[in-house]
């Protein structure tokens, strides 16, 4: 079974910093693209960053460039998003995704969601 575990949202100031993690299992990190979305309230899914583990790519919204990172590791079979200089704008519900192919930042690449973690930053 293809399982995604997001973790790691909570209430931050502006300016402030969260780590997001999207623990996986019951596949191989390898051979597939790993991609975080949000959604706010009222709002389309959008999505966010996305990394191919296997060869570290990785493609990053305009909205987030410089701000957020990122990143996985292979042997704990996790992908990160590390999000610096957060803004109001950027209070959502955050989902992992998964899936075979290249990186994307379109939702309908993806077939496997993790259950979303709450980001909340205040002004």
């Known amino acids: 079974d293809v399982q995604l575990q997001a973790s790691g949202g909570g209430l931050v100031q502006a300016g402030g910093f969260l780590r997001l993690s999207c623990a996986l299992s019951?596949?191989?990190?390898?051979?597939?693209?790993i991609a975080w979305f949000r959604q706010a309230p009222g709002t389309a899914r959008e999505g966010v960053s996305c990394i191919t583990p296997r060869d570290g790519k990785t493609l990053n919204a305009d909205s987030v460039k410089g701000r957020f990172t990122v990143s996985s590791d292979n042997n704990k079979n996790t992908v990160y998003l590390q999000m610096n200089s957060l803004e109001s704008e950027d209070t959502a519900i955050y989902y992992c995704?998964?899936?075979?192919?290249?990186?994307?930042?379109?939702?309908?690449?993806?077939?496997?969601w993790g259950q979303g973690t709450l980001v909340t930053v205040s002004s």
């Open positions: 995704a998964a899936d075979q192919g290249r990186c994307s930042l379109w939702d309908r690449t993806y077939r496997y």
């Open positions: 019951g596949f191989n990190v390898d051979d597939y693209s």
